[in-house]
């Protein structure tokens, strides 16, 4: 049973530049959420896909968009690179219905030089 | 909005038990979680309590009160494996049902 895969695993861009990560949820799971993690900080939610649709918001800017596909799976883009991007990029799976439990891939290293 | 607070960095000996405290303000509260997460790896589920009083999962236990609005993790029989970052999380209304907002972290060193 795979778990959550995020691709790539490292990534290096340019101010400016646009981004796009790719995740795939553990099988049997519908929801995938978002969240960006600064280096010695806490994951901070962008946002959550549930039936391709985005269901929930973190306070993130129109810059952060997203897309979930019909077999669950999701892409985070990122326009217009900031530095302050720079950032370890979660995702979680989890069960439609708000489950406390939510199941994180292994991250996508993003550096904006 | 909402705020967690946990110390920085709490230090032990193998075989010691620890407690890592977690303090919360939010509006409609539902629960809290706990994950841990080693050094560049992905967060790991520990434990999860809505309810008042301690759920004990093998060497971890995890405790809440919600008068108080306080939760702690306990690590008994440490092991130099349980070196790593430890996170409360909340769900409330304000985040969402089924989303998480994050403390800043407790890094745990486990020393021989």
Redesign the interface.
Same mark, same amino acid.
């Given at each position: 049973d795979a778990g959550?895969t995020q691709s790539p695993t490292h990534l290096i861009k340019t101010r400016g530049q646009q981004v796009t990560l790719r995740c795939s949820p553990k099988s049997g799971h519908d929801?995938v959420?978002w /969240?960006q993690q600064a280096l010695?900080?806490?994951?901070?939610?962008i946002f959550?896909y549930y039936e391709e649709e985005e269901?929930?918001r973190?306070n993130f800017p129109d810059r952060f968009s997203g897309h979930q596909f019909p077999n669950y799976s999701s892409e985070l883009n990122v326009n217009a690179l900031l530095l302050g991007d720079s950032a370890?990029y979660?995702c979680a799976s989890?069960l439609?219905?708000?489950? /406390?439990?939510?199941?994180?891939?292994?991250?996508t290293r993003l550096t904006v030089t | 909005g909402q705020s967690l607070e946990q110390p920085s960095e709490v230090t032990a000996v193998e075989g010691a038990i620890v407690q890592i405290n977690c303090t919360y303000q939010t509006s409609g509260f539902y629960g809290l979680s706990w994950y841990q997460q080693h050094d560049g790896g992905a967060p790991t589920f520990l434990s999860y309590n809505a309810l008042d009083g301690l759920e004990e999962t093998g060497r971890f236990s995890s405790f809440l009160s919600r008068s108080d609005s306080y939760g702690y993790l306990l690590l008994q029989e440490l092991q130099m494996k349980d070196s790593a970052s430890y996170f409360c999380a909340v769900r409330d209304r304000n985040s969402g049902y089924s989303t998480l907002t994050f403390g800043k972290g407790t890094m745990l060193l486990v020393s021989p």
């Open positions: 959550v929801t959420s /969240y010695g900080q806490g994951p901070q939610f959550q269901r929930q973190g370890l979660l989890s439609s219905g708000g489950t /406390y439990e939510q199941y994180f891939g292994p991250g | -």
